[in-house]
Nanobody
Framework: QVQLRESGGGLVQAGGSLRLSCVAS????????MGWYREAPGKQRELVAV??????TNYGDSVKGRFTISRDVKNTVSLQMNSLVPEDTATYYC?????????WGKGTLVTVSS
């Protein structure tokens, strides 16, 4: 089992920045990837960014050039969010994929005011 704990959400004005962090604990060996997804009210959960073993990263189209994902060698993944817009308002969930099983954090709310 993998436990994920997010931090860093909050309220920010449009154009501002926030940094999210997620720490994994438990069976962190054999984690294949760690990343972030988000879910806005009335919308499906969508990929924000993912960091794969080996350093490759993927980003959702709407955040490319504005968000940056980073991951340390063990068990922490961070998301630097710049140039935030109201459409970025959502609950952000940390994700870890381990041996074919997805694990999720409880989520942290990001609200961007116009």
């Amino acid at each position: 089992q993998v436990q994920l704990r997010e931090s860093g959400g909050g309220l920010v004005q449009a154009g501002g920045s926030l940094r999210l962090s997620c720490v994994a604990s438990g069976s962190i060996f054999s984690i294949q990837s760690m990343g972030w997804y988000r879910e806005a009210p009335g919308k499906q959960r969508e990929l924000v960014a993912v960091n794969l073993n080996g350093g490759r990263t993927n980003y959702g189209d709407s955040v490319k050039g504005r968000f940056t994902i980073s991951r340390d060698v063990k068990n922490t993944v961070s998301l630097q969010m710049n140039s935030l817009v109201p459409e970025d308002t959502a609950t952000y969930y940390c994700n870890a994929l381990r041996l074919g099983t997805n694990y999720w954090g409880k989520g942290t709310l990001v609200t961007v005011s116009s």
